[in-house]
Antibody, heavy 121, light 108 residues
Framework: EVQLLESGGGLVQPGGSLRLSCEASGFTSSSFGMSWVRQAPGKGLEWLSSISNSGGSTYYADSVTGRFTISRDNSKNTLFLEMNNLRVEDTAVYYC???????????????WGQGTLVTVS | DIVLTQSPGTLSLFPGERATLSCRASQSLTRTSLAWYQQKPGRAPRLLIYGVSSRAAGISDRFSGSGSGTDFTLTINRLEAEDYAVYYCQQYGSSPLSFGGGTKVEIK
């Protein structure tokens, strides 16, 4: 069974930084792209970033380009999201999700973690 | 960027009725690159449909997807209590990936 477990969320001041982690199990994570999606309180889903299976290709939404960095450590089956210069509007639940494809761009998301809450205030 | 517009915003239906949810894209999707997700309060989204009409593993055949070009539909037959949730469409054929704003299906 695929399991994705996010951690690292919390309360941070505007301008601060936070690093989210997502530990994957139940599948060969090095064979699949991975993504981060967030959901502001009471709002819809917003795709943020994706990464290819090897980590060699990364993709970002305009809203986070230059502030957020996606990376992965396949030896530890872990996905990361480094978030810098956080803004109040970055407050949301952050989900990691498994891509169906390997290339990290242009895939639907077939498994999701339970999410981790980031509050910028 | 492709914008997805979902309608209606809220759908109020009795159990046993059929739900028809719409997702309209601002540009034609070049491939069958549309997915649907279900989200219940306090839970993560769950994949229902991908490739416009393929059901994900373990998804009831009461859920079906259709459409092409810019207009797509999720149909839920014989609504059950567990189906009341918010549904999102997502396009993945063009970067950046994008989601629709969601349709809430509530009990009437």
């Amino acid at each position: 069974e695929v399991q994705l477990l996010e951690s690292g969320g919390g309360l941070v001041q505007p301008g601060g930084s936070l690093r989210l982690s997502c530990e994957a199990s139940g599948f060969t994570s090095s064979s699949f792209g991975m993504s981060w999606v967030r959901q502001a309180p009471g709002k819809g889903l917003e795709w943020l970033s994706s990464i290819s299976n090897s980590g060699g290709s990364t993709y970002y939404a305009d809203s986070v380009t230059g502030r957020f960095t996606i990376s992965r450590d396949n030896s530890k089956n872990t996905l990361f999201l480094e978030m810098n210069n956080l803004r109040v509007e970055d407050t949301a639940v952050y989900y990691c999700a498994k891509d169906r494809s390997w290339y990290g761009s242009g895939s639907f998301l077939d498994s999701w973690g339970q999410g981790t809450l980031v509050t910028v205030s | 960027d492709i914008v997805l517009t979902q309608s209606p915003g809220t759908l109020s239906l009795f159990p046993g009725e059929r739900a028809t949810l719409s997702c309209r894209a601002s540009q034609s999707l070049t491939r069958t690159s549309l997915a649907w997700y279900q989200q219940k309060p306090g839970r993560a989204p769950r994949l229902l449909i991908y490739g416009v009409s393929s059901r994900a593993a373990g998804i009831s055949d009461r859920f079906s997807g259709s459409g092409s070009g810019t207009d797509f539909t999720l149909t839920i037959n014989r609504l059950e209590a567990e189906d009341y949730a918010v549904y999102y469409c997502q396009q993945y054929g063009s970067s950046p990936l994008s989601f629709g704003g969601g349709t809430k299906v509530e009990i009437k």
